[in-house]
Structure formats: structure tokens, C-alpha cells
């Protein structure tokens, strides 16, 4: 495809490394013609890159088959994933998770990228829902001021909680910032 024709999100394979565009802008130079200043982001180790490409310039498009996965347990560095249509399981291990393996727990839906076979972008849901192991008990008064504490869940994630909250209540949890958001009832 042509430069002009690329959008924000889609993946490109650039010297052979996939990149996801993080953003462009058309850029109209002093002398000579206009470019577009690409952000692209390595999809691989999350690399920040920036080229420059002309509008008639030819670059190539990668599709990322995209499937619904369930997680299914782990071992010590080792994560199975099973295929939600066809059943079959695929291992992955903990670089391929980062820190979202701290969100997981046994049936939780996630969406993976894949490219020839190969996962490539792991995508959790936006909230979890994880039960409290531990944290410290209510203190009295503690509602005058917004006074937080942290408080251990199931996965092993350490969070910070509004004073209130107690040993084995269910919390909701936001993926992408690793934010308390409410209880759930």
C-alpha cells in the first residue's frame, strides 16, 4: 500500500520487524516535496521508532489474524491458552504476558494477534474482577481523609484500595493501569 493510505493501528512489516503506527502527520518540508513523520511502535520488545516516508512511497501492510483465547492455568513460567472455536492449545511464555500475567486467572477471555502462526500482541480485558487475600483492617475514622492501603489479590498483584475495603471482598481492577476501580457486588 501506499504511505498516503496508511491510519492509525494498523501494522506494518518494516526491515523485517512488524511495528503497530502509533501516529503520523503530514509534513510539508521547505525545499522539495511533502513527507509523512511516522511514530511506529516495534510490536516485538515496544520500541518507540520514527521514519520519515514519501506519500507515493510503497510499504508493507502486515494482517494480524486476531482470535479469542481463554486462559486455562500456568506453570512456573509457562502460560496455556486455549483457542475458544477450534480448542487447541497454545503455551506462551512469561515475556510474551509482561505484566499482564498478574491479571489472569483461570477462564479469562483475551484476544490474541497472531502473525503467520506465531502470537505477537496479547490483548487482556479492560477490567478484572479479583478477589482480596490481604491488607490491613479498617481503621476507624480512616473516611475523614482519603487515606489509601494496599491490599494483596489472588493473582499475587498488589493494589491500592480506599480504606474500606475488606479480606475477601471481589474487586474490579483496570488492566491498563493496574487502577482499583469499585466493588463488586
Do not use: C, W
Not at 493510505?5 to 511533502?34: C, P, W
Not at 496479547?122 to 477490567?127: E, F
Not at 482480596?132 to 491500592?160: C, M, S
Amino acid at each position: 500500500m501506499k504511505a498516503s493510505e496508511m491510519r492509525k493501528g494498523q501494522t506494518l512489516k518494516v526491515d523485517g520487524n512488524l511495528y503497530s503506527i502509533v501516529d503520523f502527520q503530514h509534513v510539508k518540508l521547505g525545499k522539495g516535496g511533502a513527507v509523512y513523520q511516522t511514530k511506529l511502535k516495534s510490536l516485538t520488545d515496544g520500541a518507540i521508532r520514527d521514519i520519515r516516508l514519501r506519500s507515493e512511497e510503497i510499504i508493507e501492510e502486515a494482517y494480524l489474524d486476531k482470535r479469542d483465547y481463554e486462559y486455562l492455568y500456568s506453570s512456573p513460567n509457562e502460560h496455556v491458552l486455549m483457542d475458544t472455536e477450534s480448542y487447541d492449545q497454545i503455551t506462551l511464555d512469561d515475556d510474551a504476558f509482561g505484566d499482564g500475567q498478574k491479571y489472569l486467572k483461570p477462564n479469562t477471555h483475551l484476544q490474541v494477534s497472531m502473525y503467520g502462526n506465531k502470537p505477537v500482541v496479547i490483548t487482556l480485558p479492560n477490567t478484572v474482577d479479583l478477589v482480596v487475600t490481604d491488607t490491613a483492617p479498617e481503621i476507624k475514622g480512616a473516611t475523614a481523609t482519603n487515606q489509601n492501603k494496599p491490599a494483596t489479590l489472588e493473582t499475587g498483584l498488589v493494589v491500592t484500595v480506599p480504606p474500606f475495603i475488606k479480606v475477601g471482598e471481589l474487586i474490579r481492577i483496570d488492566t491498563r493501569t493496574g487502577e482499583y476501580i469499585t466493588r463488586v457486588k
